[in-house]
């Protein structure tokens, strides 16, 4: 029994399809690169662009065509705003929130498939949910096991839901680098993003959950670790003290890794500025494990813009952000998204924009030209910054970072810096790394056993987004506690 | 507050028109946190589709009320103003920070500017917090659209109308605002449409108004 699955979108969707992943091969299915091949066929959808979308129709238009040969089940899952999903609803056979993913086997099994998995975790899901339910115990319920008959009866509100889904054990596409999802849903309404209508409403994972999945992967000599989350910054918000707050949540890991003398970088994406506290910054600046990268989104430069996108924060505050920042970690790298020809921005905005990107000299802008977000506010609003403005703008917003950047960059050539080696390099005899601020680096070496681990390299020259350098010691191991 | 399937639904306690399209929807509150300036999504039970609202009512009161005004091309104020006492809604929240900061209400001066419905936030903020210190500028098309005008302080409330003379200035509150300039010191509260809360913004901070002490909802 085979599946292929289709996952679209950002770091969020990836790290839900390594536990889509789990449970499939929990039921006895292996995973087939041949959809033709394959016995069940998903997609993790990502609504943030039409033509994500799109993709999604076009794909199951192919599947349904292909049922016509063979036997096979579809399902999505994902980002997917209320109108597509029921539109959905008719073309594929299965359609659940990321929530939903405990139930998927027995979705499955109401489709009477039965692999050899499933029969064995249905009887031994029927011997837990009864005592469960019984002593009237949720939590006790595993998360790839509860029955459709008990789930009906069991109407568990969205934070148990999202706990069930978050204790499936994600299938690591990595051996070094992973992510752990800390929080899901989004509270902020911007008026560009479709999030909180397809993700709902901020949840955030138990502490005590999240620290022992990192304390695992460190153990198993994981070096990258990403913690995820649409607000990462305000997880702990929903539970009202019940929980801890962000910043304690990364003294925690921090005091873990100084106790277990760990070797291991630990990052965040995404911050919002609004909740981006001094607190949150001087706890990064204490503890070696938590990387000197800062993720910040600025979107736009100008009070006015960010008023119209519903950022809830004004320049002054991003300012002393990343005042702070520089600061208290003065060697820290500092990433932004911006999005260029949002509705109405004029041309004298654009130029604040400019003057950020000249202020704040960014190592590393995700820089989008503003498109229409179905489901998101501003699609009611007229997307009336031509094409070729926002081309412009774009150009001239990559022409302001390159110059940046790179003068940063140059500022490096010489120096030894710590990397982790990712991947052999596109070019011939090279390999890839990252430094611990997130700057890609290549250095000439054919020994490919250092992927995956720290090494140190002295940098060699500079270009506008990336180094070159020379590898100069061994490779260092890790330190497991 | 989370809400479970079950629990987010709500019934519906009365509907109250305040003109032949715009209507006061009130529902259970169920105990659900609030600070005034939130919103809820709100839609019909069973339906896909849901809108955001800000609440009408106050904090202390025991049900939420939200100031819905029936658009022509719309859905779901359609099917909201079919609802019925014992009906059900299904609602989300509340939810948002167009708040007060708690410090500034006891001595804050603040100034309200909204358009249509959009004047729902405020609403609840001066019938939460008896004694602000707020001018309240409303922007209309027609006077008949304002919205129970008896919960404001008259010398607080300045209505503004571009369809007929009988408000207190005829105009958009934009020109009321080129007119009256605001004292720097000034908290300001934009809700309403894109356009408006766009040329008020450029304003005030031509004024000199701080764009920090400038806080915008943004309706469509």
Redesign the interface.
Known sequence: MKYHLISLGCQMNLSDTERVKTVLHQMGYTATENEQAADILGIIACSVRQKAIDKVYSRIALWNKMKNRKSLITFVSGCVL??D??KFLKLFDLVFSMSELPHFPDMIRQYGVVTPASLIQAEVADIQENKAVEQNDFSALKPHNLTSARAEKI?????AEMDRFWNVEPTYTSDFEAFIPIQNGC?K?C?FCAVPYTR??E?SRPSDEILAELKMLVAKGFKSITLLGQNVNSYGL?K?DQELSFPQLLRAIGEFGKESKSDFWLYFTSPHP?DMTDEVIAVISQYPVLAKQIHLPLQSGD??VL??M?R?H????YRHIVQTIRQLIPEATLFTDIIVGF??ETDEQFENTKLAMQEFRYNMAYIAQYSVRPGA?SS??ADDVPKETKKARYHALTAELMKYSHEYNKTLIGKRMRVLVRARDRKDGYLSALTEGKLVIRFASNDFSLIGQFTEVEITSASPLSLEAKLCAVKSETVVA | MMNSDFDSLHQVLSLRMLTPTAYVLRVERKGLEFKAGQHLLLGRNGSIESREYSVYSTESDDFFEVLVKEVDDGLVSKQLKQLKAGDKVKLDGPLGFFTLEPETIANGKFLFIATGTGISPFHSMVKSYPGLNYRLLHGVRYSNEAYDRQDYEPSRYILCTTGDQGGDFYGRVTDFLRKNPVLKDTHCFLCGNFNMIHEAFEILEQQGVPSSQVHAEVYF
């Open positions: 209320p109108a999903k029921e109407r568990l509100n969205p934070s509270d309404f008026t709902g409403r949840v929903d009202k609004r009070d006015g008023l119209r519903n809830k004004s320049m002054e505050k509705t109405g506010a009611r609003w």
